[in-house]
């Protein structure tokens, strides 16, 4: 699977991003798919993920902000970022769960206040 992420970039708080991820390869395999993030100088941490059954799930400081969405066949993964803080400023990777983890390279997202 190989996935390669888009539409990151710079804006002012309480400003808006969507997030894009094109999905290639055996897409049949995935169990889920997440974006996570990683802030200046923290570790890498999952912002929300969505299952094959269209489960969600969110971190709690995006939570309300935030919206993760997907296509049927899993040829496109979202996110949907609005209301963005400062604090929201990193880079965006989409993950793929095979059973195994797929990465995109990332996408910067800087949120100036």
């Known amino acids: 699977v190989q996935l390669v992420e888009s539409g990151g970039g710079e804006v002012q708080a309480g400003g808006s991003l969507r997030l894009s991820c094109a999905v290639s390869?055996?897409?049949?395999?995935?169990?889920?798919m997440a974006w996570y993030r990683q802030r200046p100088g923290a570790q890498r941490e999952l912002v929300a993920y969505?299952?094959?059954?269209?489960?969600?799930r969110y971190l709690d400081s995006v939570n309300g902000r935030f919206t993760i969405s997907k296509d049927r066949d899993w040829h496109m993964l979202w996110l949907q970022m609005n209301n963005l803080k400062p604090e929201d400023t990193g880079v965006y990777y989409c993950?793929?769960?095979?059973?195994?983890?797929?990465w995109g390279q990332g996408t910067q997202v800087t949120v100036s206040s």
């Open positions: 969505v299952t094959v059954g269209t489960t969600t």
């Open positions: 390869g055996e897409r049949f395999r995935i169990i889920a």
């Open positions: 993950n793929a769960d095979l059973g195994m983890d797929y």
